[in-house]
């Protein structure tokens, strides 16, 4: 019996490099561009902001808020005339389409034939420090060189100083519309604030998506990302509509992770099985039924981690001391909360840090806006 040889590592090396480059002529390749474009998207657009970009650009595109439109632009137009200040607060959840609505009313504005100034500010920006102050300085000067402006500030509940920052914008100048942004338990928290300073002449609540406008997000969003108008099919919308209950951008997360898990799985593009699958890892499978049957305890956890404005996350301390919980109770909530996908973890040394998990954020905030209108 003749010895057998042994194995020859390289010559295995070559044939396995051989197979996948014939695979690579055959169309099957590990390239999750490589198979959007073979199924006719475009890779640079199949993001989410992109997306977000798409329709800040065009913002004639994006579905809803037409009456919510008509009664700025009613207010805008009445400022212009009356020589007063106004000011509308917007309030809903996150990924509602608040920004959006402040980058359409901003953008219809200035097509107008009439000589609008406008400025959009993000609350976060004016109390950062620049080398002469704060930019809250900054943006005071610009508006006070403003004849009736109208004057957009998005995410006012993350300013902790969102009372002096209105006073300063108030003060600088004699009429114009201010429309703020918020969300429902951050609202709750400084209406009575900033009352004195801004007294509101209307509020807006903006509510999720009806399904048609969740169908017609979906048409407008599968174009913009391939070349060929993908149509996705009734079933997978409609099982969108469901997961995302009408949220825009919850539409828009589980339409480009949906495409990611067909990729993954050897899907077809729209296959209804992998926006299961994009549902499950975004924690949104069954996520009104798990919202609802939360404790009273846990919610307030979560809202009170919510209504702290700290887009970083809080500390399971601050969280005792606002609660006047103790310690092992905090950690026990936060442990259950955040192993059932409600809120998610940050550390840095010995140091964590806990914020409400993106996609679960509006569901929630959702229900403690409900249960505020219950008892309230």
């Known amino acids: 019996m003749e010895p057998m040889e042994p194995p020859n590592d390289d010559e295995d090396k070559k044939n396995r490099f051989r197979e996948a480059f014939e695979r690579g002529q055959q169309g099957h390749v590990g390239s999750y561009d490589v198979w959007l474009t073979d199924h006719g998207f475009q890779p640079e657009q199949v993001s989410r902001e992109q997306l977000t970009d798409y329709f800040r650009n065009h913002p004639e595109k994006a579905a809803n808020q037409e009456d919510e439109l008509d009664e700025i632009a009613e207010y805008a137009g009445f400022v212009t005339r009356q020589q007063d200040i106004f000011h509308i607060p917007v309030v809903g959840p996150s990924g509602i389409g608040k920004t959006q609505l402040l980058h359409t009313v901003v953008s219809f504005l200035t097509e107008l034939p009439e000589d609008i100034d406008t400025k959009l500010i993000d609350a976060t920006e004016p109390g950062k420090k620049v080398d002469d102050g704060f930019l809250l300085d900054q943006f005071a000067n610009e508006l006070a060189g403003f004849e009736t402006p109208v004057v957009c500030i998005d995410d006012c509940g993350l300013d902790k100083r969102i009372r002096t920052s209105l006073t300063e914008f108030r003060q600088a100048v004699d009429s114009g519309l201010f429309v703020t942004t918020w969300t429902p338990e951050r609202w709750t928290v400084n209406r009575d604030r900033i009352h004195d300073v801004l007294p509101p002449a209307k509020e807006i609540h903006l509510d999720a998506f009806p399904r048609e406008d969740t169908q017609e ?119 259950e909360l955040s192993e059932s996908g409600f809120v998610e973890r940050d550390r840095e040394g010995r140091r964590a840090f806990y914020r409400v998990t993106e996609t679960m954020a509006p569901l929630i905030q959702q229900r403690i806006n409900q249960e505020a209108e219950f008892n309230g």
Do not use: C, M, W
């Open 217 to 335: 997000t979906l048409s407008v969003l599968f174009d913009v990302l391939s070349e060929d108008g993908f149509s996705l099919p009734a079933e997978t919308a409609e099982r969108i509509h469901a997961l995302s209950e009408g949220i825009p951008r919850l539409i828009h997360i589980l339409a480009v992770e949906s495409l990611q898990e067909a990729f993954r799985k050897e899907l077809e593009p729209g296959d209804v099985a992998a926006t299961n699958a994009a549902a499950k890892r975004l924690h949104l499978a069954n996520a009104s039924t798990r919202v609802q049957e939360l404790s009273d305890s846990k919610l307030a956890v979560l809202k009170q981690i919510l209504q702290l404005p700290n887009d970083r996350g809080v500390q399971p301390g601050t969280l005792v001391d606002e609660l006047h919980r103790d310690k092992s109770t905090i950690s026990y909530h936060l442990r």
